[in-house]
């Protein structure tokens, strides 16, 4: 038995979100199944199968060291502050 | 509506059609929770749900009243159904299930075919979205016929399935009540019996060369009679609608 991962796509400009996964033995009965297990109330207009063996998953920690680096950050907050504060500053001029 | 066309034969000869595919929505659905493993309970009972709604609109034509709908169909005398005892049987073995659901969806895209042409406008247009949808219902049963078949103790249990179901296909291809003046008026374009050997063909290109013997058809089918599965089939259909029958649903 295989393991697939289902993907779909609602109509229009969305794209393409995992929906969930589908064990099967075959690509045609992964996609036969899919369909009445995912997308029978019109879910999406088009849908993909990914056979999990054939995704590439990073080690673990990969991407951790990613997790702590706070000057990568920018919720604009400290802009937004420094603006206001001349904003305020040129009004009370 | 073209009132002229449906007469009370006509009516009779569609009720057939929709009492199938009531009967078999509801056999497929009676799977959910109980099939051999999740995905497929989930498929078998959604593509059960299809047939149901093929047997929606069915019902909306002949009776002309979409709200007299569940008090018609849940009301009425076990006589009164023109079902075939194909799919009123019912059948615990998952494979006899599974058999049952290739027999008749490789039966069931030739019935709506016979409509494509119809003098009956709604006809035409149920028809193609039957059709539709019925591609999928095919490839469902065929993908999962194909693979058990690769398996030598799934494919005995397919082939004694077989047996079991075979000659109760033949019941679904028997004349039908209220066919002769459904042609007649070209609400239909042909004979459905007509289309057995079709349905055999694909049948043995799919199984093999089968017993002869399964392919007698018996006397005493002719959609008037049930089964002796259909009061417990009809009971577990109107199982909630007993409980508050006026209720508004």
């Known amino acids: ?93 | 509506m073209n009132d002229s066309v449906l007469t009370p034969p006509v009516k009779e000869y569609l009720l057939a059609f929709a009492d199938d595919e009531h009967l078999m929505g509801q056999q497929h659905t009676e799977w959910i929770g109980v099939a051999p493993f999740l995905e497929e309970d989930m498929a078998f009972a959604s593509i059960g749900q299809d047939e149901l709604g093929h047997a929606l609109m069915l019902y909306t034509l002949i009776l002309e009243c979409p709200s007299g709908i569940d008090i018609y169909v849940f009301n009425r005398k076990s006589e009164e159904w023109r079902s075939c005892q194909l799919v009123e049987s019912t059948h615990r073995r998952w494979e006899e299930a599974l058999i049952r659901h290739w027999c008749y969806d490789m039966a069931e895209d030739l019935r709506w075919e016979l409509f494509s042409d119809s003098s009956l406008p709604e006809l035409i247009s149920i028809s193609e979205r039957a059709l539709k949808e019925e591609t999928y219902h095919r490839r469902h049963a065929e993908a999962l016929v194909e693979n058990l078949l690769m398996v030598p103790d799934s494919k005995l249990r397919l082939m004694n399935a077989l047996e079991v179901v075979v000659p109760q296909v033949l019941g679904l291809f028997s004349p039908i009540p209220g066919e002769e003046e459904a042609i007649s008026c070209g609400v239909v374009s042909g004979k459905y019996s007509d289309l057995l050997p079709i349905w055999r063909t694909r049948l043995e290109e799919r199984f093999g060369v089968l017993d002869s013997g399964l392919f007698i058809q018996a006397d005493n089918e002719n959609r008037t009679q049930r089964h002796s599965d259909f009061d417990y089939l009809f009971g577990r259909i109107r199982e909630v609608f007993l409980l508050d029958p006026k209720a508004v649903w």
């Open chain 1, 1 to 93: 038995m295989r393991v697939y991962e289902v993907f779909l796509k609602p109509d229009g400009k969305e794209e393409f979100r995992h929906a969930g996964s589908i064990e099967a033995a075959t690509d045609e009965l992964a996609l036969v199944l899919a369909r009445e297990n995912y997308a029978r109330r019109a879910e999406g207009t088009h849908m993909w199968l990914v056979n999990r063996e054939n995704i590439c998953v990073s080690e673990e920690g990969f991407i951790d060291s990613n997790l702590d680096k706070p000057h990568r950050h920018n919720d604009g907050e400290r802009v937004a502050r420094w603006r206001k504060l001349q904003r305020n500053k040129k009004n009370n001029e």
